[in-house]
Nanobody, 123 residues
């Protein structure tokens, strides 16, 4: 079992920045791919960014490319999401996920989830 705890959410004006953190504990062998998803009321959870545990390759949904950066620190069992040039449409609850997905953006392919952190971007 692994436990994931997100932090760093909050409220920011359009154009601002936030950095989300996800600290993993428990069964954290470092062999999990990690990802960030987000969800707004009435909508399905959507993939934002992910990083493979073995290659370190990173992936992003098109709407955040060039603005968001995912990174991981295996020594601290932590993954980060640096979010720059935030837009009101980025407003959502952001979730950290860990697992061994075949496809990095497959929401149903992750084994562990954090509790979520709210990000609100005002215009």
């Amino acid at each position: 079992q692994a436990q994931l705890v997100e932090s760093g959410g909050g409220s920011v004006q359009s154009g601002g920045s936030l950095r989300l953190s996800c600290a993993a504990s428990g069964r954290t062998s470092g062999q999990y791919s990690m990802a960030w998803f987000r969800q707004t009321p009435g909508k399905e959870r959507e993939f934002v960014a992910g990083v493979r545990w073995n290659s370190g390759s990173t992936y992003y949904t098109d709407s955040v490319k060039g603005r968001f950066t995912i990174s991981r620190d295996n020594t601290r069992n932590t993954v980060y999401l640096q979010m720059n040039t935030l837009k009101p449409e980025d407003t959502a609850v952001y979730y950290c996920a860990a697992g061994t997905p075949i496809t990095i953006d497959g929401v149903g392919q992750y084994d562990y989830w954090g509790q979520g952190t709210q990000v609100t971007v005002s215009s």
